[in-house]
């Protein structure tokens, strides 16, 4: 399915939409070059290179629709609303994270907006995003569910049984593949036997769309498109946006199972950023004025984040078992 042109959406959702797809390379790019100077703790994966993917899908959702989200999380964070500093907090293990920075960078959730959480257990969104969808089943309001996985993390015996389930239960639930290629360090057709997950979705009577990942507009039509199907109970659909991934699977990767210049060309020549900048319509000034907020706005979470305390001691079981 090919989708092109900006004519049918307004400018204000224009205008979102890039400051939130910058908001993620610039966050993205922060803490790739703050974990190479040892200033970011933890395991990290970055999101820099897919950010059409995420913004032009929750560009149609509302708080009340809810996500679930891989280890490469903080791009499908940013796109749902979830507050930068908290984050950045989160992610240096800090007191005011969005976790109570007991969670960091793999854990990231906010229910009030709708967004279920990262995963650090690959597939594992699959289950979690059926139940969300059938409470709003359920609920008959009208809202939905979106689950994103990677080409990997779809091979996953718990996201087959999950559209399996979803399919029989006819939840209004979307399943996300963001296919750049890889499956940590192994190509894709390495680990999977068809080369559209159009054809698996169908396997399990599910309808099917793919479009390139790198193009906003072409993600934004589809993705409405599936998510109306899905508001007037038309089941549950797969979106398989073909993207890729600047930075290693985690941050350390060296990425020498990559052709050589392949990263060099993906900055270079498939930069949904500067294809959306040079498509939307938005003027020179307007993407500046963007650039310099989202600029100010990542440098002062990570300066609030570096003075904030860790957390207190006495609250290290908060949170971790359930009181009934």
Known sequence: MQHTGKTD???????????RMKTIRTFENRLHEDFKA?????????????????????????????????????????????????MMKEIHGRQGGICKGKGGSMHI????????????????GAPLACGAALADRLEGKGHVAV?????????????????????????????????????????????????SYEDRARGFGMPAVTVDGL??????????ELIARMRARGGPVLLECR??????????????????GDVKNA??????LRRFAQ????????????????????DASVQEALKAPHPALNELHDGVYVSY
């Open 9 to 19: 959406i307004s400018h204000d959702i224009l205008l979102s939409a890039y400051r």
């Open 38 to 86: 040892g200033i970011v703790p933890g395991f990290t994966h970055l999101y820099a290179g897919q950010e059409a993917v995420a913004v032009g899908i929750c560009s149609h959702l509302t708080d009340q629709d809810q996500i679930a989200s891989t280890h490469r999380g903080h791009g499908h964070c940013i796109a749902k609303g979830v507050d930068v500093m908290a």
């Open 109 to 124: 959730a906010d229910l009030s907006k709708g967004m279920l959480g990262a995963n650090g257990i690959l597939g594992a």
């Open 147 to 195: 689950v994103f996985g990677g080409d990997g993390g779809v091979n996953e015996g718990a996201v087959l049984e999950s559209m399996n389930l979803a399919s029989v239960w006819k939840l209004p639930l979307m399943f996300v593949v963001e296919n750049n290629g890889y499956a940590q360090s192994t190509p894709q057709h390495r680990t999977t036997s068809v080369s």
């Open 215 to 224: 193009d906003f507009f072409a993600v934004y039509r589809a993705a409405g």
């Open 243 to 260: 993207t890729v991934r600047f930075y290693g699977h985690f941050e350390g990767d060296t990425q020498r199972y990559r052709p050589a």
């Open 267 to 272: 900055w270079e020549e498939r930069d949904c």
């Open 279 to 298: 498509t939307s319509g938005l003027s020179p000034a307007e993407l500046e004025a963007v650039d310099r907020d989202v600029e100010q706005l990542v």
